[in-house]
């Protein structure tokens, strides 16, 4: 008598079934992460442009600014110091950033743009954060949409998991 090694079709069944329904338990969280993820990096790129901005307009001693690209902050951003570019950023497709005309900071560091707080939103797949600008030159991130003035106490806890709120 030989005997046969394998799997039979219903031990491959179940264990396809089993694949199936755990690939379907984990993919909203999948899809949560990456869109955490992405609201998580346009927020890293526009802060590393406004540090950018900020420090070359301390450096150059000249008041430097951070404009979008074709007045639109969809199409990207860059930063303007003594009239040339000095940095260059692209946006995160399908990822949504609405925020002032530009911001400029004098050359101690201090955003010179407009009276009080300024903002950008950024949203993506139905999740909003913003990115509030104060005056001596700091940036904040909080979730959800923008408000009119700056939050006096942001909340910097779990920003990112109250996004999608």
């Known amino acids: 008598m030989t005997t046969q090694r394998g799997f039979t079709f219903i031990e491959l069944l179940m264990a396809l079934l089993m694949l199936t329904v755990l690939v379907t338990i984990s993919a ?89 707080c300024q903002s950008f939103s950024i949203a993506y797949n139905g999740c909003a954060i913003c990115i509030y600008l104060d005056v001596d030159g700091s940036s904040f991130v909080d979730n959800g949409e923008c408000l009119d003035q700056c939050p006096i106490e942001p909340d910097q806890r779990n920003v990112w998991n109250k996004a999608c709120d």
């Open 28 to 116: 909203p969280s999948y899809e949560s992460m990456i869109t955490k993820q992405k609201l998580r990096a346009t927020s890293s790129d526009i802060r590393s442009a406004l540090m950018l901005t900020r420090s070359e307009a301390i450096l150059t001693t000249e008041s430097s600014t951070l404009q979008p690209k074709q007045s639109d902050w969809n199409n990207g951003w860059q930063v303007i110091s003594g009239g040339n570019v000095a940095g260059d950023f692209a946006p995160n497709k399908h990822v949504h950033v609405e925020g002032p005309s530009k911001v400029r900071y004098s050359s101690w560091g201090r955003n010179t743009t407009g009276l009080g």
